[in-house]
T-cell receptor, first 112, second 109 residues
Framework: DVKVTQSSRYLVKRTGEKVFLECVQD?????MFWYRQDPGLGLRLIYF???????EKGDIPEGYSVSREKKERFSLILESASTNQTSMYLC???????????FGQGTRLTVV | RKEVEQDPGPFNVPEGATVAFNCTYS??????FFWYRQDCRKEPKLLMS???SGNEDGRFTAQLNRASQYISLLIRDSKLSDSATYLC??????????FGKGTKLSVKP
């Protein structure tokens, strides 16, 4: 079974803090994604990566950065957390284009 | 036109009913299509991939109409456990995955 693991289920951070969300997959997948999900807005793509050290902006990259130093790990960084970044963050991975993606369990981040 | 559009519902149906969801997409170059299911406060999970020839998995049937750029999901003999949000997903031209906002299904006894 594919396993995508996010480092935290719940996280509370203060405004202005630098926040790291970690995601690890164990199936040697090429592609990895970070989404956020908000009521009424669905899943919106923040960044994705199709290979180590490669990254592409999604629909809402502002206020975020990513890092992919190793194939199995894709990190999402909130440079200076703000209250409008309170959300559910979902990481996903897939083997290659045109295949299905597998999701981690999600991190519910609250910025106060 | 939004990239992937779905009727948000909710669809409230009795057990045993047949229910159909439709989804339209804007990029005619899209090559991959999926239906995901998401339970409340859980991550999305793949329900089924959608192929040009159509495909069936038990009570679930998915169809793809490339000419009209829509995808459908049919659920027969609905169960209480089918209550969830169903997400239509389309492969983007840049290697990303584009999600619809989901259609909420509630199956009642």
């Amino acid at each position: 079974d594919v396993k995508v693991t996010q480092s935290s289920r719940y996280l509370v951070k203060r405004t202005g803090e630098k926040v790291f969300l970690e995601c690890v997959q164990d199936m040697d997948h090429e592609n990895m994604f970070w989404y956020r999900q908000d009521p009424g807005l669905g899943l919106r793509l923040i960044y994705f990566s199709y290979d180590v050290k490669m990254k592409e902006k999604g629909d809402i990259p502002e206020g975020y950065s990513v890092s992919r130093e190793k194939k199995e790990r894709f990190s999402l960084i909130l440079e200076s957390a703000s209250t409008n970044q309170t959300s559910m963050y979902l990481c996903a991975s897939r083997r290659q284009e045109n295949t299905e993606a597998f999701f981690g369990q999600g991190t519910r981040l609250t910025v106060v | 036109r939004k990239e992937v559009e779905q009727d948000p519902g909710p669809f409230n149906v009795p057990e045993g009913a047949t229910v159909a969801f439709n989804c339209t997409y804007s990029n005619s170059a899209s090559q991959s299509f999926f239906w995901y299911r998401q339970d409340c406060r859980k991550e999305p999970k793949l329900l089924m991939s959608v192929y040009s020839s159509g495909n069936e998995d038990g009570r679930f049937t998915a169809q793809l109409n490339r000419a009209s750029q829509y995808i459908s999901l049919l659920i027969r003999d609905s169960k209480l456990s089918d209550s969830a949000t169903y997400l239509c997903v389309v492969g983007g031209s840049q290697g990303n995955l584009i999600f619809g906002k989901g259609t909420k299904l509630s199956v009642k006894p």
